[in-house]
C-alpha cells in the first residue's frame, strides 16, 4: 500500500497565497505521475494539475499560470504552490498517485485537505 498525506490548506483571502504539500510513503513501490484534483462543494472531483516522474507538467485551463506543481522525487513528496488564489478555487484538495509494483499499477488518493478562498 502506498499512503499519501495531505498539507498546507486552509483559509485565504481572494489574491493570496497557498502551498500544498503531499507526502507519499510505502515500500516497494515505484511511483510514476503525482496528480492534483479538487472538488468544490455540490461539484465533480476535477483535474488541477500533474507532474511525471521527469518532472514534465499540465495543468487545468482554470489554474494555469497561477499554480505551480512541483515534486522532490527523493522525498516522494509532491506540491502545489498556489498564487493569485480565487473564491472559485475552494475546494477540498486531493493528491493522486499513480504507483507500480511488480509491474502492476495502482492509483492512491489522500485524505484532501480544504483550502477555502473567501473574497
Known amino acids: 500500500q502506498v499512503q499519501l498525506v495531505e498539507s498546507g490548506g486552509g483559509l485565504v483571502q481572494a489574491g493570496g497565497s497557498l502551498r500544498l504539500s503531499c507526502a507519499a510513503s510505502?515500500?516497494?513501490?515505484?511511483?510514476?505521475?503525482m496528480d492534483w484534483y479538487r472538488q468544490a462543494p455540490g461539484k465533480q472531483r476535477e483535474f488541477v494539475a500533474t507532474v511525471t516522474s521527469g518532472g514534465s507538467t499540465n495543468y487545468a485551463t482554470s489554474v494555469k499560470g497561477r499554480f505551480t506543481i512541483s515534486r522532490d522525487n527523493a522525498k516522494n513528496t509532491v506540491y502545489l504552490q498556489m498564487n493569485s488564489l480565487k473564491p472559485e478555487d475552494t475546494g477540498v484538495y486531493y493528491c493522486c498517485a499513480e504507483a507500480f509494483r511488480l509491474g502492476t499499477r495502482s492509483d492512491y488518493w489522500g485524505q484532501g485537505t480544504q483550502v477555502t478562498v473567501s473574497s
Open positions: 510505502g515500500s516497494g513501490f515505484s511511483i510514476s505521475t
